[in-house]
């Protein structure tokens, strides 16, 4: 069995006035994580990560992976949305990663995504993290670890990055934004947030992560091994969402594939 990762995190995004702060400390931690656990990690870190680095990287982790391997891909940055042409989105948008050219190369579709998913063996397993977008309200959890004066959204508007004369009609944009990526075709998504939610970049003891990352790792340092995936997951929202972090994190997968065992 292989076990292999890719871990993406992009601060920086030219043009469109909409940099990040923790994105990049969030793809060093799960890294770090990860290869403890012994996985092959590569790291795509701002100007690594352009839209066709990003597309190399995903389908070459995937491409020679056999059964019984196991690939992790984390995701920590803006999340858009274009509109959706092939008539599969209800609301009709397409949800998206943004790539650090973004805004002259474009977005990286959830379409795109499950495509490259897709071409995986049987019995290949993928789990794909994703640290980005979304907005909603709530009050719970703990907050005296976060920083004063954040945090800020991992969405990135349309009108931030798109050319004027491909911007969507205005009744289009006013609907609010969404996570995404449940058609991405992996095993397991765990995403920041639910769909009418934003994820969050802001601080902790003077260091910069996304909200999400740094209570997923808290939470699997303080659970008990060999945990699953669903306990995890419960771990985690005992920590978000939270008064100033109002984000759900969500967990989608069959039953079976939520009792595997994290990173195994």
């Given at each position: 069995?292989?076990?292999?990762?890719?871990?993406?995190?992009?601060?920086?995004?030219?043009?469109?006035?909409?940099?990040?702060?923790?994105?990049?400390?969030?793809?060093?931690?799960?890294?770090?994580?990860?290869?403890?656990?012994?996985?092959?990690?590569?790291?795509?870190?701002?100007?690594?990560?352009?839209?066709?680095?990003?597309?190399?990287?995903?389908?070459?982790?995937?491409?020679?992976?056999?059964?019984?391997?196991?690939?992790?891909?984390?995701?920590?940055?803006?999340?858009?949305?274009?509109?959706?042409?092939?008539?599969?989105?209800?609301?009709?948008?397409?949800?998206?990663?943004?790539?650090?050219?973004?805004?002259?190369?474009?977005?990286?579709?959830?379409?795109?995504?499950?495509?490259?998913?897709?071409?995986?063996?049987?019995?290949?397993?993928?789990?794909?993290?994703?640290?980005?977008?979304?907005?909603?309200?709530?009050?719970?959890?703990?907050?005296?670890?976060?920083?004063?004066?954040?945090?800020?959204?991992?969405?990135?508007?349309?009108?931030?990055?798109?050319?004027?004369?491909?911007?969507?009609?205005?009744?289009?944009?006013?609907?609010?934004?969404?996570?995404?990526?449940?058609?991405?075709?992996?095993?397991?998504?765990?995403?920041?947030?639910?769909?009418?939610?934003?994820?969050?970049?802001?601080?902790?003891?003077?260091?910069?992560?996304?909200?999400?990352?740094?209570?997923?790792?808290?939470?699997?340092?303080?659970?008990?091994?060999?945990?699953?995936?669903?306990?995890?997951?419960?771990k985690i929202r005992a920590y978000l969402p939270s008064t100033r972090l109002p984000q759900s994190p969500q967990i989608f997968g069959t039953k079976s594939a939520r009792r595997f065992k994290v990173f195994a």
């Amino acid at each position: 069995m292989t076990t292999k990762a890719l871990c993406i995190g992009i601060n920086d995004y030219p043009g469109t006035g909409n940099d990040l702060s923790g994105c990049v400390n969030d793809a060093n931690d799960w890294a770090s994580e990860l290869k403890g656990r012994g996985f092959t990690v590569s790291i795509l870190l701002d100007a690594m990560a352009t839209r066709a680095a990003m597309v190399a990287a995903i389908g070459g982790i995937i491409q020679g992976a056999v059964k019984g391997d196991t690939l992790i891909l984390t995701y920590s940055g803006h999340g858009t949305w274009v509109p959706d042409r092939n008539g599969d989105e209800p609301d009709g948008r397409d949800e998206a990663l943004c790539p650090y050219d973004l805004s002259t190369k474009g977005a990286l579709l959830d379409d795109d995504i499950h495509a490259l998913f897709s071409r995986r063996v049987a019995g290949v397993r993928i789990v794909l993290i994703s640290d980005s977008c979304h907005s909603g309200s709530v009050t719970r959890g703990l907050d005296e670890e976060l920083d004063p004066g954040m945090p800020k959204i991992r969405f990135m508007p349309p009108e931030a990055w798109m050319p004027k004369d491909q911007l969507p009609p205005a009744q289009l944009r006013t609907v609010a934004p969404r996570a995404g990526f449940t058609r991405a075709g992996g095993d397991l998504l765990l995403a920041g947030c639910q769909d009418t939610e934003y994820s969050w970049d802001t601080s902790f003891n003077g260091r910069p992560n996304g909200a999400f990352t740094f209570y997923a790792l808290k939470a699997l340092r303080d659970a008990k091994p060999p945990a699953t995936y669903e306990a995890w997951f419960n771990k985690i929202r005992a920590y978000l969402p939270s008064t100033r972090l109002p984000q759900s994190p969500q967990i989608f997968g069959t039953k079976s594939a939520r009792r595997f065992k994290v990173f195994a």
